[in-house]
T-cell receptor, first 110, second 115 residues
Framework: QKEVEQNSGPLSVPEGAIASLNCTYSDRVSQSFFWYRQYSGKSPELIMSIYSNGDKEDGRFTAQLNKASQYVSLLIRDSQPSDSATYLCAVTGGYNKLIFGAGTRLAVHP | NAGVTQTPKFQVLKTGQSMTLQCAQDMNHNSMYWYRQDPGMGLRLIYYSASEGTTDKGEVPNGYNVSRLNKREFSLRLESAAPSQTSVYFC??????????????FGPGTRLTVL
């Protein structure tokens, strides 16, 4: 059974701090990795994708991938209350299929 | 562009009733997906359609059927609803031109309660 593991949280950080969200996956052949943000009662929306080892930056977001350790993370710099949401990690589980983690709830407090 | 649309937004069924959840996308995407989301369990794939005319089972297909009506529309049918099917259902689509998985875009979801 292919698995994606995330700490459910809540992860509580003060406004302006760096939030660090982590994800591990079990399938060594996974090639693509995604972070989705989901506000309460809403649908998931893609915020980052990463395919190669290393870091990928997009504004305040940085995705980090380490395939040897089967680990992917998301850093959110200068966290804002509007970043408070559940963050879902997803990895490829076969052609055109994603396996999602259960999500980490992030709470950014003023 | 509306993106991915789903109907209905909310539904309450009694055990044993049937219903069809509708999904449509206007992005000319090849692949479409149905997920269910339960508290603490993330999104689980029910069925997917890699391209028009094909459908395949996902992780949790039991109790469901699907139809890829055309390139735009992908419906999910519950033939005999059970309380265990109480969940939030999301439809998604992706262009899927590459060999590997690409971005999936989600609809707003259908909140289904089975009594």
């Amino acid at each position: 059974q292919k698995e994606v593991e995330q700490n459910s949280g809540p992860l509580s950080v003060p406004e302006g701090a760096i939030a660090s969200l982590n994800c591990t996956y079990s399938d060594r052949v996974s090639q693509s990795f995604f972070w989705y943000r989901q506000y309460s009662g809403k649908s998931p929306e893609l915020i980052m994708s990463i395919y190669s080892n290393g870091d990928k930056e997009d504004g305040r977001f940085t995705a980090q991938l380490n395939k040897a350790s089967q680990y992917v993370s998301l850093l959110i710099r200068d966290s804002q209350p509007s970043d408070s949401a559940t963050y879902l990690c997803a990895v490829t589980g076969g052609y055109n299929k994603l396996i999602f983690g259960a999500g980490t709830r992030l709470a950014v407090h003023p | 562009n509306a993106g991915v649309t789903q109907t209905p937004k909310f539904q309450v069924l009694k055990t044993g009733q049937s219903m069809t959840l509708q999904c449509a996308q206007d992005m000319n995407h090849n692949s479409m997906y149905w997920y269910r989301q339960d508290p603490g369990m993330g999104l689980r794939l029910i069925y997917y359609s890699a391209s028009e005319g094909t459908t395949d089972k996902g992780e949790v297909p039991n109790g469901y059927n699907v139809s890829r009506l055309n390139k735009r529309e992908f419906s999910l049918r519950l033939e005999s609803a059970a309380p265990s099917q109480t969940s939030v259902y999301f439809c998604a689509s992706s262009e899927a031109l590459a060999l590997d998985t690409d971005t999936q875009y989600f609809g707003p979801g259908t909140r289904l309660t089975v009594l």
